[in-house]
Each structure stands twice: as C-alpha cells, then as structure tokens.
C-alpha cells in the first residue's frame, strides 16, 4: 500500500514541478496516472527505479503515443503495457541535449582563450555525445546575429537568452579532440537509439526534436569517440588519450542527478584534484540542478519561483551561472 502511494505522489509531484507549464500532455497524463489505481498497480509491478515517469512516458512514445487526452493514453497503454514496460526495462533515460551547448560555449571559449590551446572535450554522462560538439553549431544570443564557425542551419541555431554579462565570445574555440563516456553509450548510427532520443523529446517541444534530428547528422558525420564506462573509473584513462598540446576540458550536464551522494561528493574531489594538478591545464565545466553538485548550491540564490529549474553552471567548483535546463537561458553571476 504504502509502495502505491508513493508511485502516485512521485507522478503527481512530476507533473507539478516538471511538466506544469511546460508540456500540458505531460502534466495531464502524470497527473492522470497519480489518480488511477490500476496503472499505478501496474507501475508497482516494476522495480521502483524503473517506474520513473519521464521514462514511462518516453516508452509509450517510443512505442507510438500521441499526444491525446488522459483516457486515449490509458487505453494505450493498458493495450501496449507488455511492449512498454520491456522498454522501460530495457532502457534509461538518456535524454541528449544538443542545445546545453549554448550555455557551455562561453567557458569553453574563455578556456580556450586563456589557456592558448585548442580544447580537448571530454564529457562524462554524454548519452549519445550531442554536446561534443560545440564548434559545429551555431549560436543567437539575445536574439543577436548568428555566431558559428561556417554555415550552419536553421536547426542547428542555439537561441539563448541572457542576463548578466556573460563572456560571450567573437568566435567559435577550436576542438582538436573530443571524447565522452556513458554507462550506456547511444549510437547515432542506431537507429532504434536515435528513435529513442526522439522519443525522450516531450511532445510540445518541436525545434527541440528538430535540432535533435539535425545534430545526430552531424554526429554521424564524424562519429564521437564514446568510452562505455562508469565517470568515476574511466575518466582519467581517457584523459591520457587527449593531445598533450590540448587544454583538457571536462564537462557534464543533467548528469550527476543520477550518481549517489557519495559518488558525487568523490567525483567532486577527484576534480578539484585533477584541476589542481600543474602537470597539465584540465579544467572542469558542470551543468547541473540547483543543489546537485554538492559544495556550490550554498553560495547562490534559489530563483524566487515555487520551482527552482535553473541549472548551475559552475567552473572549476566555482558557481558562474544559472541556466536553462536546455540551454535556453544563461543568468550570469559574476
Ligand atoms: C540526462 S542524460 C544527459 C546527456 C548529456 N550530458 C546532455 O546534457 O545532453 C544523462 C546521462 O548520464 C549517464 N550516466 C549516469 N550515470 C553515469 C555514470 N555513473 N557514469 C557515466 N555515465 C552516467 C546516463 O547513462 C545518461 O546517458
């Protein structure tokens, strides 16, 4: 019983704080579920890490939900349940946005600048490695004129909004080496990975899914090297891998929200360490939910809203920025 309620709070909870005002089918449907006993019966059924929302929701679309009323989606459901629930077992929530690279940009060019070195990103948590490649987009800050290293499309324009005065930059860094590492690394050749990263888009949001599309041809392109491994194992191997003539960036977005406390807190020190190190420059770029990142939340303003969504930026341990959680939004702080 008690197991029961919590599945109906956790689903009431994520319709108010994830998909209020955000994506109405979302709200509906997860508000719909909280109410109703027998798909929440069904969702007890499954281990409780995988009877998570976002990835319910990303499996019945993965297996061809519309975005109709609640009592259409039921139905869908309670049809499709054997389908849907393999999914859910099967797969995670690996959620690739390509856009985050715009709130990335500015550190990643102040490093560059500063350092006089090309940037070798790793990223750690890159789902299928989209945000490897910030030199291949475009950028429109403040609706301002585009930003990008040649032509780019339509699609691949990252518009973000700013406050603050944030280091934007003249000109695109230079990348010479670009590597991420995933305990299940998507590949863009795949077309049922790719189908699922579509399928983790949220119905309403159609330029995301359309710049999704766009940045899996520019993965596919030049294929991203991705080490499948666990952050806290397998990062310094792969930086021995980066050119020693590279500023080694490490970097993460919408990631350690899903590694224990205790594996934050040692991944945590293991870069304040390697940032430390003289030997050779790393520096370290984290995009993450306010109070995710243990060490920084306490220096900052929660937004004065019911729901805090911002993203901290920080650099180097140090808070920079809130930001969008797709890249939408960049609020400066120094
Ligand atoms: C929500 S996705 C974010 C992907 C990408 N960083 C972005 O911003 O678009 C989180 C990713 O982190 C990965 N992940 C979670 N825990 C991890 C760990 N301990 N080591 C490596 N990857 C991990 C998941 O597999 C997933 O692909």
Not at 28 to 35: F, H, M, N, P, V
Not at 37 to 43: G, I, Y
Not at 116 to 126: D, F, H, I, N, S
Not at 242 to 270: C, K, Q, W
Request: proline share 8%; aromatic share 8%; glycine share 8%.
């Amino acid at each position: 019983m008690a197991e029961k309620l919590d599945t109906a709070a956790w689903y009431r909870r994520f319709a108010l704080v994830e998909t209020r005002g955000y994506s109405p089918t979302y709200d509906q449907w997860c508000t719909g579920i909280s109410e109703d006993p027998d798909l929440l019966a069904l969702l007890d059924d499954l281990p409780e890490a995988k009877r998570q929302p976002n990835l319910l929701l990303g499996a019945a679309r993965f297996h061809g939900a519309q975005p109709t009323p609640y009592p259409e989606f039921r139905g869908f459901l309670l049809e499709h349940w054997a389908q849907i629930s393999e999914t859910m077992l099967a797969r995670s929530t690996q959620t690739n946005e390509a856009g985050r690279c715009a709130v990335l940009l500015p550190l990643f060019a102040r490093i560059a600048a500063t350092e006089g070195r090309p940037l070798a990103l790793l990223e750690v948590g890159a789902s299928a490695g989209l945000c490897l490649y910030p030199d291949r987009y475009g950028y429109s800050y403040d609706a301002g004129p585009l930003l990008s290293a040649g032509p780019v499309p339509n699609e691949l324009v990252m518009e973000c909004a700013t406050t603050g005065h944030p280091p934007l930059p003249a000109s695109l860094p230079s990348v010479s080496f670009r590597a991420g590492i995933d305990l299940n690394p998507l590949r863009v050749a795949d077309d049922d990975d790719v189908a699922w990263l579509e399928a983790l888009v949220w119905p309403e949001h159609a330029r995301r899914r359309e710049r999704l599309r766009a940045a899996v041809g520019v993965a596919r392109r030049e294929p991203p090297l991705l080490v499948k491994g666990d952050l806290a194992v397998d990062l310094e191997p792969l930086i021995q891998r980066a050119p020693a003539d590279a500023v080694v960036v490490v970097f993460h977005s919408a990631v350690l929200a899903y590694v224990g406390e205790s594996g934050r807190e040692a991944f945590r020190d293991t870069m304040l360490r390697l940032t430390a190190d003289r030997s050779r420059p790393v520096h370290w770029v984290s995009n993450e939910g306010y109070g995710v990142l243990p060490g920084v939340e306490g220096a900052l303003p929660k937004a004065d809203v019911e729901v805090d969504r911002l993203f901290v930026l920080t650099h180097n341990g140090e808070a920079v920025a809130r930001t969008g959680g797709h890249g939408q939004t960049l609020d400066w702080l120094e």
